[in-house]
């Protein structure tokens, strides 16, 4: 059974930066596509930013240029750094693994940005 554990999140002001990282334990392989999603009250959840395994990204056009994904396969691991932080960013993120059609969640972490 894949598990993917989130850490990182929290309070920041507008402008600050964040790191946010995901483990996936329970798994022989590095998941396919690794990435972030992200929920805020009141609206869907949405794609932030994944990373393939061949290293192939795509970002949200919401955060292009403030946020980066990266993956490390041998710790079977992705991050994510957020830098110039803006309020509209807060939600809780989710961590999002794939392994052929089998997608896995993890249970999300927090991240709060006040102006």
């Known amino acids: 059974q894949v598990q993917l554990v989130e850490s990182g999140g929290g309070l920041v002001q507008a402008g600050g930066s964040l790191r946010l990282s995901c483990a996936a334990s329970g798994s022989m392989f590095s998941l396919n596509t690794m990435g972030w999603y992200r929920q805020a009250p009141g609206k869907q959840r949405e794609l932030v930013a994944d990373i393939r395994s061949g290293g192939f990204t795509m970002y949200a056009d919401s955060v292009k240029g403030r946020f980066t994904v990266s993956r490390d396969n041998a710790k079977k691991s992705v991050y994510l750094q957020m830098n110039s932080l803006k309020p509209e960013d807060t939600a809780v993120y989710y961590c999002?693994?794939?392994?052929?059609?089998?997608?896995?969640w993890g249970q999300g972490t927090q991240v709060t940005v006040s102006s």
């Open positions: 999002r693994g794939t392994w052929g059609t089998i997608v896995y």
